[in-house]
């Protein structure tokens, strides 16, 4: 482990001291996504998570990125998650009908209002922070949104500016236990600048005069949590403090005794790095056949790249987003692998398709039935490469 950039700030409590404790070196910007002509290769910038000496959040080191963003397509995953979400804020007595909501948006595609909608049609839905000039919302929820948020103490401002006084304030994330325990050190990107652990999430909303009145857990990206959050003393805390108290309590139990908020524990991620980019490069040099890989994500960009994917490689991957498609990985000098709509799997008619996202495999086979159809088989490609078995033994034969 080694200190941090000088000049560095955390982004929550202004210390100047840290420690280094997951080092992907020089990566592309995860959102390039570049156009097949522009220039090879792409830039690249320093990619590295630290933790706070002082508050324990661990963050995103620097980003000196600027890169585009295009928007990916909401995957029925994240569909499904919303609508659980939603459903046990109105279970939990947080939404109801005539409940004012507004939602902080994330780059991560969809929205839970289409849910809240869907599930309490009376409620009042608000476009964003001062939509009525005045007016606070009874509900704010923020789906893996104050993660893209460089300065955290501004974007948890701007949430409590937008909440009344007996309003509920429900953030979803992605716990870095979870992370950890996972060794999924791919979720460290440019764009993504706080992972959070439980722990460390309860003690900002505490210095920020919160308190938890509900938690919920679900199975997306391994594991993520819903925390609704009021005001201590509001009617709410009132109502749910100690029930969700005692929730908090287990969850901030199993956090210490993984060592989460310790640096050396954290840094264990670091071994995960090595190990996953070896798994990817022995496999695909020991495929036959034709690969190609599914979903664009930014998770999939420092994996290609710390394992020397190209297009010698892959012949493509394969996105539902219409903004991707026609644009190519961002890489180093070997040539790009391009990103290509789902048609093109009946036309090419891999051997092997290599899901970059592990929560889609249920939603692409679904999509999908042509793959297994013509005897292609489907390859989990995190944390190693790991095929998956066929829905039918009878797979069809190749044409």
Request: hydrophobic share 45%; glycine share 10%.
């Amino acid at each position: 482990m080694s200190a941090v950039v000088p000049g560095w700030r955390c982004r929550w409590c202004r210390s100047d001291r840290a420690t280094v404790v997951l080092d992907l070196g020089s990566q592309p910007a995860a959102d390039l996504f570049p156009e097949p002509e522009a220039p090879a290769p792409d830039p690249v910038h320093p990619l590295r998570m630290v933790m706070c000496d002082r508050c324990r959040l661990a963050q995103l080191e620097e980003d000196p990125t600027g890169p585009e963003e295009p928007l990916g397509v909401e995957p029925a995953a994240l569909v499904a998650q919303a609508r659980a979400g939603v459903a046990d804020l109105v279970g939990g007595g947080l939404l109801g009908p005539g409940t004012w909501v507004e939602e902080m948006r994330s780059p991560h595609g969809g929205s839970w209002l289409a849910r809240v909608q869907e599930i309490v049609p009376d409620a009042v839905l608000l476009d964003g922070p001062g939509t009525v000039p005045g007016l606070a919302a009874d509900l704010v929820v923020d789906s893996l949104g104050i993660m893209h948020e460089a300065d955290q103490r501004a974007a948890w401002d701007l949430r409590l500016d937008s909440l009344a006084p007996d309003g509920v304030l429900a953030l979803h994330v992605h716990p870095l236990s979870v992370i950890l325990r996972d060794g999924t050190w791919n979720a460290l990107r440019h764009g993504h600048y706080a992972y959070y652990s439980l722990t460390v999430l309860v003690e900002m909303a505490r210095t920020t005069g919160l308190v938890p009145v509900g938690l919920w857990r679900y199975p997306l990206y391994g594991g993520t949590r819903l925390l609704a959050l009021a005001r201590e003393g509001s009617e709410p805390a009132g109502r749910h403090a100690r029930a969700a108290g005692d929730l908090v309590a287990t969850e901030l139990a199993a956090e210490a005794a993984a060592g989460i908020t310790e640096p050396t524990a954290v840094a264990a991620l670091q071994r995960q790095v090595a190990a996953s980019a070896a798994a990817l490069r022995d496999w695909l040099d020991a495929s036959e056949g034709k690969v190609v890989a599914y979903g664009a994500a930014s998770r999939a960009v420092a994996l290609f790249a710390l394992a020397g994917v190209t297009a010698d490689d892959v012949l493509a991957v394969v996105d539902a987003s219409p903004a991707k498609r026609g644009r190519s990985m961002p890489g180093g000098p070997g040539p790009r692998v391009p990103v290509l709509g789902p048609d093109i799997l009946a036309e090419i008619r891999p051997d092997r398709v290599l899901l970059l996202v592990p929560d889609l495999l249920d939603e692409v086979r679904f999509a999908h039935p042509e793959v297994e159809a013509l005897g292609g088989r489907w390859v989990i490609a995190e944390p190693e490469p790991v095929e998956v078995e066929p829905l039918s033994r009878d797979r069809g034969r190749r044409r």
